[in-house]
C-alpha cells in the first residue's frame, strides 16, 4: 500500500484557519469512512484528534474538524493557538485489515 | 483511563531480533485489537500490522510480512511484536495502540520504545 499524500508543512498566524490535505485513492480515502488524524508534539506519541472522516473524541477542541471529498480528505484548524504547532498525520483503512498513514504535515503557527 | 505500558530502550546488532511489549489495562484485550506503528528517526509514522487478541489472529503490512510476528497474551493483556533480521534502517521508536476493531482508528497510545540497530 502506498502512503497517502499530505503536504509536507503548513503555516498560519494565531487565530487564523488552515487546512491540511490527504490524498488516497479510491481503495483506501476514497472507498471508506475511515479516515483519522493524529497530532504529534515533538518527542511526544501521537493523539487522536479526529476519527471517522469528522468526529471528534471527548476532549478535543471544536476548532478541529475534518472532511473528505473523493480521495481527499482534510483537516481544518480554526482559530489557530501556539499549542497547535505539531506534527499531523491522517490514516485510511485500507481494505483487509490494512491501515495507510500520511507522510505527515508540520504545522508551523508564524 | 486506559493506559498501555511499553518495555524499555533496546540496543540489537544487525542481523538479530528485538520483542517489544506493551502491557494493556482496563478492557482493552477483550473488546479492542492492537496495532504496532513505527517511527525512524525524523520520519513519519508506519503502520506494521495488528493483532484481535480474543482472535489472536495478526495482520501485517506487506513491507514486514516475513519479518514481523505480533502476539497477544490474554492471560497478561499484554501484546508483543518481534522484528527479526534487523538492519539499520529499522532504528526507530516503535508504538503499540489501541485499535477499534472495525474502523481502525488508534484512540490510545504507548509512550513508545527506541530500537537502536547498530554495530
Known amino acids: 500500500q502506498s502512503a497517502l499524500t499530505q503536504p509536507p508543512s503548513a503555516s498560519g498566524s494565531p487565530g487564523q484557519s488552515v487546512t491540511i490535505s490527504c490524498t488516497g485513492t479510491?481503495?483506501?480515502?476514497?472507498?471508506?469512512?475511515?479516515v483519522s488524524w493524529y497530532q504529534q508534539h515533538p518527542g511526544k506519541a501521537p493523539k487522536l484528534m479526529i476519527y471517522e472522516v469528522n468526529t471528534r473524541p471527548s476532549g478535543v477542541p471544536d476548532r478541529f474538524s475534518g472532511s473528505k471529498s473523493g480521495n481527499t480528505a482534510s483537516l481544518t484548524v480554526s482559530g489557530l493557538q501556539a499549542e497547535d504547532e505539531a506534527d499531523y498525520y491522517c490514516t485510511s483503512y485500507a481494505g483487509s485489515n490494512n491501515l495507510v498513514f500520511g507522510g505527515g504535515t508540520k504545522l508551523t503557527v508564524l | 483511563q486506559v493506559q498501555l505500558v511499553q518495555s524499555g530502550a533496546e540496543v540489537k546488532k544487525p542481523g538479530s531480533s528485538v520483542k517489544v511489549s506493551c502491557k494493556a489495562s482496563g478492557d482493552t484485550f477483550s473488546r479492542y485489537a492492537i496495532t504496532w506503528v513505527r517511527q525512524a528517526p525524523g520520519q513519519g509514522l508506519e503502520w506494521m500490522g495488528r493483532i484481535i487478541p480474543i482472535l489472536g489472529i495478526p495482520h501485517y503490512a506487506q513491507k514486514f510480512q516475513g519479518r514481523v510476528t505480533i502476539t497477544a497474551d490474554k492471560s497478561t493483556s499484554t501484546a508483543y511484536m518481534e522484528l527479526s533480521s534487523l538492519r539499520s534502517e529499522d532504528t526507530a521508536v516503535y508504538y503499540c495502540a489501541r485499535d477499534t476493531v472495525t474502523t481502525q482508528f488508534l484512540d490510545n497510545w504507548g509512550q513508545g520504545t527506541l530500537v537502536t540497530v547498530s554495530s
Open positions: 479510491s481503495s483506501d480515502v476514497g472507498g471508506y469512512n475511515y
